[in-house]
T-cell receptor, first 116, second 109 residues
Framework: GAVVSQHPSWVICKSGTSVKIECRSL??????MFWYRQFPKQSLMLMAT?????????EQGVEKDKFLINHASLTLSTLTVTSAHPEDSSFYIC????????????FGNGTRLTVT | GQNIDQPTEMTATEGAIVQINCTYQ??????LFWYQQHAGEAPTFLSY??LDGLEEKGRFSSFLSRSKGYSYLLLKELQMKDSASYLC??????????WGAGTKLIIKP
């Protein structure tokens, strides 16, 4: 149980275009989902907390107008990277908890974004 | 500030035992996780400790001492597939998850 599906697994896009990444909890409801970014050989960096039915909470330094998050239902959150630039190339990973706040995060398989 | 320390890299031999340490200073404590992350993949959950002591799960065990702000992940009978990064993460008093930078474990034959 507690499966998180993330799509696409990888995407290559041209500079200036937008990319949407989907994150779904397949067998549980997630009122909260988390979006992380990870650069090569670095640790996970929390970008934002996605809340179902309300605005996302962004971490300091993360541009909310660039990284649009929509948590439309209890099983789906999307991250849209708008006007992507090469420096946005990274590994984006979503996660969710299947239970209480001290229950483990379950991660999607991640999306490798390359902006050319 | 909040801080989690773990070694950057460790090397061990196939079939041996390795212990990966994690020390933390956080505002409150509501549990500690260990995750495994293979290169290019997302993290996968290994263990959760909230009380002092040792939790054993197959070849992997995790230990916690809350008074010392210390945990370790013990991997026995190492296999080549155990080559990965191991991430320590602590839940603070606000239920925020604080991540360590990870320990890259290299297994040699």
């Amino acid at each position: 149980g507690a499966v998180v599906s993330q799509h696409p697994s990888w995407v290559i896009c041209k500079s200036g275009t937008s990319v949407k990444i989907e994150c779904r909890s397949l067998d549980f409801q997630a009122t909260t989902m988390f979006w992380y970014r990870q650069f090569p050989k670095q640790s996970l960096m929390l970008m934002a907390t996605s809340n179902e039915g309300s605005k996302a909470t962004y971490e300091q330094g993360v541009e909310k107008d660039k990284f649009l998050i929509n948590h439309a239902s209890l099983t789906l959150s999307t991250l849209t990277v708008t006007s992507a630039h090469p420096e946005d190339s990274s590994f984006y990973i979503c996660s969710a908890r299947a239970g209480q706040e001290n229950s483990p995060l379950h991660f999607g398989n991640g999306t490798r974004l390359t902006v050319t | 500030g909040q801080n989690i320390d773990q070694p950057t890299e460790m090397t061990a031999t196939e079939g041996a035992i390795v212990q990966i340490n994690c020390t933390y200073q956080t505002s409150g404590f509501n549990g500690l996780f260990w995750y495994q992350q293979h290169a290019g993949e997302a993290p996968t959950f290994l263990s959760y400790n909230v009380l002092d002591g040792l939790e054993e799960k197959g070849r992997f065990s995790s230990f916690l001492s809350r008074s010392k702000g210390y945990s370790y992940l013990l991997l026995k009978e190492l296999q080549m597939k155990d080559s990965a990064s191991y991430l320590c993460a602590v839940i603070d008093s606000n239920y925020q998850l604080i991540w360590g930078a990870g320990t890259k474990l290299i297994i040699k034959p």
